[in-house]
């Protein structure tokens, strides 16, 4: 498939998307975002890709927000529909069965926060800085941000970030949980694969059960616990399974299918 404002890679099990408008620090436009969504659906059932890796062009950013100069004359029906537009494409990239890590290479403000943060994973570069700096222009976020923010790193500090609009650099944001690791940008694409290559030795279906079940968690409309039960009782009768019981109980490398 060939778009226009990111790039699409697999390569060694790893599907890897870049959105791809440097020049303008990859500002998410409509078109980017619905991109990035068909990307992510496109592998969805693809058994040769074990993870995805979503990052920035460039070394400066991963998104600097969404477009501003795309939405700067919306009318309030528009707005609307940019939300609800987003919100679809961020819930696909939660709702992915591949893990996805957010590779952020640099600012990841407003709505690049917020596609960051609807990754189930986050690695961050150094340089990298995190922010949601709407109410600067007179807005809220719109992709989910109030509401991923608080489930990563907690109330207060959210509504600080929200009010103030402050950014803050990488260590700040693993300390505050909102990302998992931070590396010199360098390693940042190679620290992202040794996580997926680690994913690949697993069983794919417990894989795709466990990213349900954690959402099930957040999801108001779920009852998390009461899946688990039914998930962890079905993997009994996954091949899977046996091969991984088989092979601890005989000290021997498992070697899953998938089914
Ligand atoms: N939407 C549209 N264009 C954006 C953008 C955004 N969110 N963020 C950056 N750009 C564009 C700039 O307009 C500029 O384009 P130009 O060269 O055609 O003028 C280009 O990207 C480079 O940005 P610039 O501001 O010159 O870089 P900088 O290093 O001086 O500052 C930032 C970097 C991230 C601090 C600054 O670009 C910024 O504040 N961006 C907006 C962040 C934001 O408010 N995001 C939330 C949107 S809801």
Redesign the pocket.
Known sequence: MSYENIIAQKNNGVFTITINRE???N?LNVKTLQEIREAVLSVQNDKEVYGIILTGAGTKAFA??????EFANFTIAQGTEMSAAGHAVMNTLEQSKKPVIAAVNG?A???GCELAMACHMRVASDNARFGQ??V??G?VPGYAGTQRLVQLIGKGKAIELLTTGDAINAHEAKSLGLVNHVVEQAELIIKCNEIIDKIKTKAPLAIESVIRLVNANLDKKEDGFANEITDFGNFFGTKDFKEGVDAFLNKRKATFTGE
């Open positions: 020049t303008k620090l500002a600097a927000g969404a477009d501003i100069a600012f403000l407003g709505g700096p709407e600067n222009l807005l």
